[in-house]
């Protein structure tokens, strides 16, 4: 594997398990509270599971792109895995002290199951920490290459957008346990355990994709410009902002059809008592394809912090 290709790949890695770090306790949080009188809620532990499983994923990736960095500024891969040349990368470059910072917060969402023992209070615990690791990439991104108050605007909106996306896709994958768990019991209080968590999700779905929008808009102004719009179509940066940006819309239709159409249909079923494998096994397909989607969107991300963006040239 070439360094490149290193870097892109512990760069996804980080932001896939960062968007979980993020979202996936903040959805249990808005979702789900002690008033529910819904079972199962305070019993889980597959949330938790989630979260140690994403923080090594993330710390994984961590130590691989603090060894890809060390690789692209050292003469052979020997001299790059000394401890003398990661120490360097490690305290020598911003890069570096946002990389030790991260692995420091991942340390601690690690460890911080042992010392907190109340769920909602370890969520929110989860939620700080994740939140912290995510914004962690905006230090590390071309969000923090500008200066001044163009370079604020910038860094700020470059904020906006990692939170947002945390929002949408760290919930991604805690609503397909809970309709795979609905399919696999066959139970009304399951099934209404996933109907609440969907309806909650997606009173912040139009507020997370108005955020993405313009975030993502204001991203663009700052790193491609009204004067080089041409480079959209004739340059590897521009034409995989163009592929992230088909794939957003394809998990925009899917978000739409899944408010409108197949909740409402799980709903009916659940209040009428009908058998809901219908909407529940429409509901596993949408979600694992959104969440496909994501990940893909996830690896535009990824690939377009390795590429100069067009304001550069």
């Known amino acids: 594997m070439g360094t490149a290709a290193l870097i892109g790949a512990a760069r996804w890695l980080q932001y896939a398990g960062a968007m979980i770090l993020c979202g996936s306790p903040l959805f249990y949080l808005y979702s789900f509270d002690a008033s529910d009188g819904l ?47 990661l120490w360097v990368v490690f305290s020598g470059t911003r890069f570096g002290l946002a990389c030790a910072v991260r692995m420091a917060l991942l340390v601690l969402i690690l460890i911080a199951p042992s010392g907190v023992q109340r769920h909602r209070t370890l969520w929110c615990v989860q939620v700080f920490l994740g ?32 939170l ?36 909650r999700f997606s009173l912040f779905g139009p507020l997370v994709i108005a955020l993405l929008v313009l975030s993502g ?36 239709m899917l978000a739409i059809r899944n408010r409108y159409w197949t909740t409402p249909a ?10 809901m494998r219908a909407p529940l096994a429409d509901l596993r397909t949408s979600l694992l394809t959104e969440t496909a989607l994501g990940l893909l969107v996830v690896l535009a991300v990824s690939l377009l912090g390795t590429l100069d963006p067009p304001i550069t040239r």
Request: net charge positive; proline share 4%.
């Open 39 to 85: 079972p199962g809620c305070a019993q889980w532990r597959w949330p938790f599971t989630l979260i140690r499983v994403a923080a090594i994923v993330t710390f994984v990736g961590a130590v691989a792109w603090l060894i890809g960095e060390s690789l692209s500024i050292s003469d052979s891969a020997v001299e790059a895995l000394s401890p003398a040349a």
């Open 131 to 162: 939140t912290a690791v995510t914004i962690s990439f905006a230090w590390t991104g071309h969000g923090a290459m500008g200066s001044g108050s163009g370079g604020a605007w910038h860094l700020g909106s470059d904020l906006l957008h990692l």
């Open 164 to 199: 947002a996306a945390a929002v949408w896709l760290g919930a991604l994958l805690p609503l397909s346990i809970l309709v795979f768990s609905s399919i696999r019991s066959q139970s009304p209080e399951q099934a209404g355990v996933t109907l609440r968590g969907l309806e």
């Open 217 to 252: 808009v204001g991203n663009s102004w700052f790193l491609i410009g009204p004067s080089h719009l041409r480079a959209l179509y004739s340059t590897g940066y521009g034409i995989t902002l163009l592929n992230k940006i088909g794939l957003f819309g394809a998990m925009l």
């Open 266 to 275: 799980l709903r009916a079923d659940l209040r009428a008592r009908r058998n």
